[in-house]
């Protein structure tokens, strides 16, 4: 298990490396965060199971169902605050999701 761990550790530091705080964070805690594409400082954000945030989100609480890790809690908690802030801003412009699992409305319930 120690070895899954470590691996995942190591994920979970590289998704930091990517890391853009949408919103100050409060009493230290972040309360709302997306993540990159890339290491490229312009890279695009994406909230989805797939390829964005709300995946991120997942392995997160994974880690902290793990480890009791705050600090993984908290980060899920602030990618799930973002999530849904853009979520009502797309249902106020009228704009559809896709109902795929992996980058549509039920990626981002499952999380």
């Known amino acids: 298990m120690a070895r899954y761990l470590e691996a995942a550790e190591q994920a979970l530091a590289y998704m930091e490396s990517l890391r853009v705080d949408v919103a100050p964070a409060i009493d230290g805690v972040p309360s709302r965060v997306n993540w990159r ?6 890279a695009a954000s994406d909230r ?5 945030s709300a ?3 997942l392995s997160l609480l994974e880690h902290h169902a793990l480890t009791g890790s705050v ?36 990626g981002y319930a499952f999380v």
């Open 48 to 52: 989805s199971l797939y390829y964005g």
């Open 71 to 106: 600090a993984s809690r908290d980060l899920a908690v602030a990618a799930g605050q973002e999530m849904v802030a853009w979520l009502g801003s797309v249902m106020e412009r009228g704009r559809a999701l896709s109902v795929s699992p992996a980058s549509g409305w039920p």
């Open 55 to 57: 995946g991120i989100a």
């Open 37 to 42: 594409h890339s290491d490229d400082a312009d």
